[in-house]
């Protein structure tokens, strides 16, 4: 899991973090920076992947042309704020056992223009550091770099005063998903990275289109795509399993009117694909085509959440979309109970007041709003409950409230125009 990420000169932010917990909400208004806050979880995720930058940055072709990867909304020149030369992503987490702390500092490549290079890296379990690109100023043996090579220092023992190996890297990916590579780095490191690698990639982001789930579905596909293509076929597999299939249907009859009793799962006899039917207590039988969009998002929803071997965390915007007020509760009921488990992580951004007044009080703490002021192109981010008087103010009014109100934006104008806030509201 990861506890938090701080953006340095990242698109709109010049140096913001993110608290991160089981659940995490993320309000602002339009244009504020949300999605750039997604594009930074995209960053990470493409070196879970083991992508080059420009790969990350520009999108991912396969041998035959396909697109695997789409790369970081924007230019290639708004990545990094106006005016500064790089970027900094910093991520703080606990992989199977361990915790970590990520850095990489990323800037436009001067001899190729138009490229990106990495010129800062670190990887620390704290408070011990496995590599650095970076150390002491006063050792310049260690600040060797030239257009081809990053050269970074593995740590060999416990003792701080002792250094590792030196090894030289690919500037134009991540040191992170180069350590296999190297002899000289001792397999405990390796270990230690390729932890760090799984948490990374380890990511979903689902933006659910009705359409691509009412399509049939190719059999033996149990991935749900991030658009929700293979719906039928994920569906099936949740159905082999009984347990999981009850508390799928109870969840179903829960969402929606439908008294669902059953899924089919016919075979297409033209194409052999799997289609989805859903199957009433009257024995009505609705397909994936007849059935209602929100209905449609709250299955996809249930088979990520309820699948084998869900994500460790799903990054969702607008998670509420499609969702009648009426069933936003048992939405939320559902996630803080799977995330609550510990095995996944939600994040969401929603403009929904519904969903703000029904989340607990864990949920409360991990909300927070994006901020820009309308003069300006920066953005802040700050912890909802940190603002003045929000818990109060939530208890007597609700947050949801305090949302449609934009009482959260109004604080945060009054207070950065008057430079009270500080770092205490982060």
Known sequence: MITSLRLVNFKNFADETLRIGPFTVIVGANASGKSNIRDAFRFIHGIGRGYTLAEIIGGKYGAGGQMEWTGIRGARDEIIRFGQLSFSLEAIGEAIGIHFHYTIEVSGD???PGTFRVVKEELRLLPESIYSSHPERNDPVYLQNDDTHLLIRMQKTRDQRKLGNRIAVRPNQPALTQLHEHSKVIRAHKVVAMRVIHTFANMRFLDLDPNRMRQAAFPGQTILGDSGENLPTVLREICANPER????AEWIRELTPMDVQAFEFPIDPTTGWVQLLIRETNDRKVSAYGASDGTLRFLAMLSALLSANPAAIFVFEEIDNGIHPSRIRLLID???GQ???????????????ALLSLINDETFENTSVVYRDENSAEAIIRSVSKLHHAAELRKSQGLGR????????DVLAFAEADNEYGETGK
């Open 110 to 112: 001067k001899t190729k």
């Open 245 to 248: 299939k009850e508390v799928l």
């Open 334 to 336: 559902l996630i803080e």
């Open 339 to 353: 995330t609550a488990k510990g095995e996944s992580q939600v994040i969401t951004t929603t403009h929904s007041p």
């Open 402 to 409: 305090l949302h449609t109100a934009a009482w959260m934006e």
